[in-house]
Nanobody, 115 residues
Framework: QVQLVESGGGLVQAGGSLRLSCVSS????????MGWYRQTPGNERVMVAT???????NYADSVKGRFTIPRDNAKNTVYLQMNSLKPEDTAVYYC?????????WGQGTQVTVSS
């Protein structure tokens, strides 16, 4: 079982920045994909960004050019650097890791962007 712990959420004004962190309790297998998803009330959880062990990253169109997803394999940590935040980025952000056929989720961290 892999446990993921997120941190870094909070309240920020539009145009501001936040950095989320997600630490894995165990060293994942050699190949895995870590990612960030977000969810607003009444809506499905959607992908924000993912990154593989080898650094291949994918981004939702809505965050391209504003968010980046660096990872530190030595620290079992993935980050979400969020710049130029907009009110529509307000959501609960979840970290996940996909290891072969298993998916693990963190507990979520709230990000609120005020206008």
């Amino acid at each position: 079982q892999v446990q993921l712990v997120e941190s870094g959420g909070g309240l920020v004004q539009a145009g501001g920045s936040l950095r989320l962190s997600c630490v894995s309790s165990k060293t994942p297998s050699r190949y895995n994909i870590m990612g960030w998803y977000r969810q607003t009330p009444g809506n499905e959880r959607v992908m924000v960004a993912t990154i593989s062990t080898y650094g291949n990253a994918n981004y939702a169109d809505s965050v391209k050019g504003r968010f980046t997803i660096p990872r530190d394999n030595a620290k079992n940590t993935v980050y979400l650097q969020m710049n130029s935040l907009k009110p529509e980025d307000t959501a609960v952000y979840y970290c996940n890791v996909v290891i072969i056929a298993s998916t693990f989720w963190g507990q979520g961290t709230q990000v609120t962007v005020s206008s």
